[in-house]
């Protein structure tokens, strides 16, 4: 079988579906990845796939230029002639499904997350309701990644209940993110991992710090993750060097490999505004760290208040700094209780081996309504 990947950039196939595309090989299918491309492209090819580039505006919301996806989709299938199509992320899930339609080729996306426009209000919202709900309307399954996702989709009448099926985000290498001790020392290390935008909640992280840095409390705060990222919401270079130079933030860059840092965590911290399956959070609870996270969708499918972590109020800097006191206050002993608590969620819940399954049952299953 040939199985097409698009993406809205070449690095999430490598960072989140590495394990499904490794499967999906040995089980002797060929992958083509569909995506513009970056710097993992290299890699792709040395997993065994075919990188084909493409063209589109991953920022921005022309619908002139967003017409103009939906066509070269259609070519790049057309001309590609897969037996299905494996979507993810928002543009490809939307314009991909409008392109698929009439080629024959069964298209099934991913909803990895709902991203800004379903958290404005108005035109916006609307707008993109009315796309999933036109774009997935005769799709045959639609994977979600947590359970609000999907019981909201379902509520505003933009999938039927027989196609949407849930699956425990990308899965986790439990092998490969294995529990490491907590670090010793007088200092409670915060780690957060996120892309640095505003939606990630990395200014209420910051906020936080500063008042836990006012009040002396025993504790460092880290940022690790990209900045330049192609979002309205992304913070500026100089915005992080003036938080280094006040001293609340430590900002360690970014890395390709997160286990280091995790390792060097007593608490992994995500104050996002909404997830799909908050990667970064399942990685640290594999590797039994505590974590702090808001109480919104995707974050709290990972956090079980007071067994693995704490959660806090959504945009809220005050309720962030005070989950954080309570993990400080709580002492080693209970935080690597709630770290092993945590692990066994990860591996009862989360095993990447339930998600290549789901998919293997997918591609094995005659569509029903394939468009």
Not at 98 to 110: D, E, H, K, S, Y
Not at 123 to 141: C, G, H, I, K, W
Not at 161 to 173: C, Y
């Amino acid at each position: 079988m040939h199985i097409l990947f698009t993406v809205n950039a070449a690095w999430n196939i490598v960072n989140f579906r590495r394990p499904l595309v490794e499967a999906l090989r040995s089980d002797g299918h060929r992958i083509t990845v569909l995506a513009p491309p970056d710097d993992s492209v290299r890699e792709l090819e040395a997993l065994g796939c075919t990188f084909e580039p493409l063209e589109m505006d991953v920022q921005g919301l022309s619908p002139r230029r967003d017409l103009g996806l939906v066509l070269r989709l259609r070519r790049h299938f057309r001309r590609l002639a897969p037996d299905a199509v494996l979507s993810f992320t928002i543009k490809n899930n939307i314009y991909g499904a409008l392109a698929a339609r009439g080629t024959g080729v069964r298209f099934i996306p991913n909803v990895t997350g709902l991203g800004t426009a379903f958290l404005s209000t108005g035109l916006l919202q609307r707008t993109a309701e009315a796309l999933y709900r036109t774009a997935f309307r005769p799709l045959d399954l639609v994977f979600f990644q947590n359970a609000d996702d999907r019981d909201l989709f379902l509520a505003r009448g933009l999938v039927r209940a027989e196609q949407a099926h849930l699956l425990p985000g990308s899965g986790i290498d439990l092998e490969r993110f294995a529990p490491a001790p907590l670090p010793a020392g007088p200092e409670v290390r915060f780690l957060m991992i996120a892309r640095l935008l505003r939606d990630k909640g990395v200014l209420e992280y910051v906020e936080a710090a500063r008042a836990l840095g006012a009040e002396g409390a025993p504790a460092r705060f880290q940022l690790l993750g990209p900045l330049g990222a192609q979002n309205r919401t992304a913070i500026s270079q100089e915005m992080v060097e003036a938080w280094q130079r006040e001293g609340c933030i430590d900002y360690l860059g970014e890395s390709s490999d997160v286990r280091h840092e995790i390792a060097a965590a007593d608490c992994v911290v995500l104050p996002s505004y909404r997830e799909g399956a908050p990667r970064t959070l399942i990685e640290a609870a594999a590797m039994a760290r505590p974590l702090v996270a808001t109480d919104v969708p995707g974050c709290r499918a990972v956090v079980d208040p007071g067994h693995n972590g704490l959660l806090c109020e959504v945009r809220d800097a005050a309720s962030l700094a005070q989950a954080c006191r309570d993990l400080i206050a709580a002492g080693p002993d209970r935080r690597a209780e709630m770290g092993r608590n945590g692990r066994e969620k990860m591996a009862r819940e989360f095993d990447q081996r339930l998600v290549i399954e789901a998919y293997r049952r997918a591609l094995a299953t005659p569509a029903e309504r394939a468009g």
